[in-house]
């Protein structure tokens, strides 16, 4: 789907993979926490926007 919204999923994942390791080396297992959420939740959309690319590459093949 779009572009932008898969820059801002791919984003999210890497600042929840900083903040992880911020909490790891800071030794805060709520910030290493945090970021393992955002992580998941950046790729949790990630595979939604796959999803969605491969129901409209179906849809494309039906009209053909």
């Known amino acids: 789907m779009g ?3 898969k820059a801002k999923n ?3 994942e ?3 993979k900083a903040k992880e390791k911020v909490g790891q080396v ?3 297992k ?3 926490a ?4 955002d992580q998941a939740k950046g790729n949790l959309k990630q595979a ?3 999803v969605k690319d491969a129901v ?5 093949a039906l009209k053909k």
């Open 48 to 50: 939604g926007e796959k």
């Open 34 to 37: 945090e970021g393992h959420k």
């Open 3 to 5: 572009a932008v919204d």
């Open 56 to 60: 409209d590459d179906v849809k494309d």
């Open 26 to 28: 800071t030794g805060n």
């Open 30 to 32: 709520d910030t290493e």
């Open 10 to 12: 791919k984003t999210e």
């Open 14 to 16: 890497l600042a929840g």
